[in-house]
């Protein structure tokens, strides 16, 4: 949230819509950082970020911040998060460090995108298979695909979807007590779920920590910044 009186923003979010990078949004909220932001569309017919990206990053994936201060451009989720927490926090948003709780922060803020998002984009990528050959061979892509997710991917996302109720059965946020940025970057693999492989029905848990980082101030703000966000209602409804 820029607040009058403080310096003129250094850092710039490069965003896409529907993506990884509303996370980076909700963060810079939490640390009340002045930022910018660059807007970028994805492709209506194949839904990939647009190639005026690369032109920030050789990649030309969401999200990259660029940081004039430090002269930085830097992709990957974890990876930002990591740098602005450290460069910027000041403390805040991660345990300190030598404790039992900052080892389980750098578990699950690595965990979110090397462990949990793999199965649901092969669940994306499946479901749309069918879709993108041509139509003759539909009917054997639609056989493949739907066998794959019903036999390995799905048992997988299972897997995992318990794990998260598991924990978060055990305490309120995925490290501990208190509010990380290790949930700031879970809340994507959550949101996902909930939205697209049914992560709620039975895992009450689940449904509540999403109903809680939606209810945050900073998270708010992050959405009237970022503009409209499929997943901003995932999580809502009963217990």
């Known amino acids: 949230m820029f607040c009058p009186g403080r310096s003129a923003a ?5 965003h896409l819509d529907n993506s990884r990078s509303q996370r980076i949004l909700w963060l810079l909220e939490e640390l009340e950082l002045p930022y910018e932001i660059r807007f970028y569309k994805r492709d209506p017919k194949t839904m990939q970020a647009p190639k005026s990206l690369r032109r920030i990053h050789p990649l030309g994936k969401a999200p990259i911040i660029t940081d ?20 910027y926090g000041n403390g805040r948003l991660q345990p300190e460090r030598g404790t039992p ?21 092969l669940k994306l990528v499946f479901g749309l298979l069918p879709t993108r ?55 994507f693999p959550l949101e996902a779920a909930a939205a697209r ?35 901003a209602s995932a999580g809502k409804g009963p217990a």
């Open 133 to 187: 050959v041509p139509f003759i061979i539909r009917p054997v892509a639609s056989l493949i695909a739907g066998g794959v997710q019903s036999r390995l991917i799905n048992p997988q996302l299972k897997l995992h979807m318990d794990y998260w109720e598991q924990s978060l059965s055990q305490r309120e946020w995925f490290t501990g007590k208190d509010f990380t940025a290790a949930d700031i970057q879970m809340s």
């Open 68 to 87: 004039t201060e430090g002269d930085v451009t830097l992709a990957e989720s974890g990876a930002i998060i990591e740098y602005l927490v450290e460069r």
């Open 197 to 231: 492989a049914g992560a709620l029905p039975g895992r009450p848990h689940v449904g509540a920590f999403l109903r809680r980082i939606h209810a945050r101030p900073a998270y708010q703000r992050a959405l009237l910044r970022g503009g409209a966000y499929a997943f």
């Open 101 to 121: 709780a900052h080892v389980q922060f750098l578990y699950w803020l690595h965990y979110a995108e090397g462990s949990a998002m793999p199965p649901l984009l």
């Open 10 to 14: 250094m850092i710039t979010v490069h």
